[in-house]
């Protein structure tokens, strides 16, 4: 799945624009380096999100076309905030 889907899907970023954007800022890492909006996930996986008040930082722990807002949750684990 790509990046950007998934930060949309698991309801991390609001909306894809809004993630795409973020990836082609250079705001998100995956595994320690720079994610293209087009990058594919993989389980297990580490996702950094740089935001002007800090970071999230975690990993991926299960990949679904859609969920449900409760659902949401459970595709990825924090790791810091």
């Given at each position: ?10 309801r991390?970023?609001?909306r894809?624009?809004v993630?795409?954007e973020a ?9 320690g ?14 996702v ?34």
């Amino acid at each position: 799945m790509r990046i950007d889907k998934f930060l949309k899907v698991s309801r991390i970023l609001k909306r894809r624009t809004v993630a795409q954007e973020a990836c082609s800022g250079e705001k998100v890492l995956l595994n320690g380096r720079a994610a293209k909006p087009s990058a594919r996930l993989k389980i297990g996986d580490e996702v950094e999100i740089l935001f002007s008040s800090g970071s999230l930082k975690f990993r991926v722990l299960n990949l679904k076309e859609t969920v449900k807002k409760e659902e949401a949750a459970s595709l990825y684990e924090v790791i810091t905030q």
